[in-house]
């Protein structure tokens, strides 16, 4: 009697144990961040610079005077609800440019280490032709001087290019919406000169630290370049 009652125990526990199904919280999360594939487009702001265009060979003209500052704007698709913070969208935007000014007047553009835009080395030795005297970013900074990219950001003699955070501090930054604005300088010296703007878009950033195996699937990087010609 004692072995058919184990028996029934145990095959009730087996039953048990055979229905019972893992519950997975994120089994109904997008795997994607955004409906049908996220996307961006970046120009010029219309309003804030009503002459600017974009020319046939991908550049766009950019008038300086008048105003001290044009505006980069940019379109992003919404993500999934999912892949909102508190009703904002998880959404990280950088913008970096090769171009980079310093004495005052007198500026320089080259391919230069930063963020997003190009890079020989991280010490930043590249040399910069002016006039007939070469410089680099670290022999400017060692004597004092201080270099300001065109996005707004500046290195000086007391920036770390070392540090655990280095990367933090090149480039700006526009974070949880889907119209980003950047003011850019437009100084009357930058007339005739072109620069290169880069652009990283990130979407679902905070959500890749996170537990739902979804989340990796859902982060995702776009990159893009705006082509400026002062007029």
């Keep these: 009697m004692k072995d058919i009652v184990r028996l029934f125990w145990a095959s009730l526990l087996f039953l048990a144990l055979a229905s019972c199904e893992k519950y997975d919280p994120y ?6 961040a955004c409906p049908g594939g996220c996307d961006a487009s970046f120009g010029i702001n219309p309003q804030q610079q009503p002459d600017a265009y974009l020319d046939d060979e991908g550049y766009w003209h950019v008038y300086t005077g008048g105003m001290s500052y044009f505006q980069i704007i940019g379109e992003l698709e919404e993500p999934y609800d999912f892949y909102h913070i508190n009703d904002i969208p998880d959404i990280s935007v950088t913008l970096d440019s090769d171009y980079w000014v310093t004495f005052d007047t007198i500026s320089f553009t080259t391919p230069m280490y930063g963020i997003l835009s190009w890079y020989s080395t991280p010490s930043m030795n590249t040399p910069l032709p002016i006039g007939d005297t070469t410089y680099s970013i670290n022999g400017l900074i060692l004597n004092g001087e201080s270099v300001t990219n065109l996005v707004g950001y500046e290195i000086t003699p007391n920036t770390c290019m070392d540090c655990p955070y280095s990367s933090t501090l090149f480039g700006v930054y526009s974070r949880y919406n889907t119209h980003p604005t950047f003011n850019i300088f437009n100084l009357g ?18 959500w890749r630290y996170s537990r739902n195996p979804h989340a990796k699937d859902a982060n995702q990087n776009i990159t893009t370049s705006l082509k400026v010609i002062f007029e």
Excluded: Q
Aim: avoid cysteine.
């Design 189 to 206: 010296e930058l007339k005739g000169d072109t620069a290169t703007f880069f652009v990283e878009v990130e979407y679902a950033s905070e």
């Design 27 to 32: 089994e109904d999360t997008p795997n994607t």
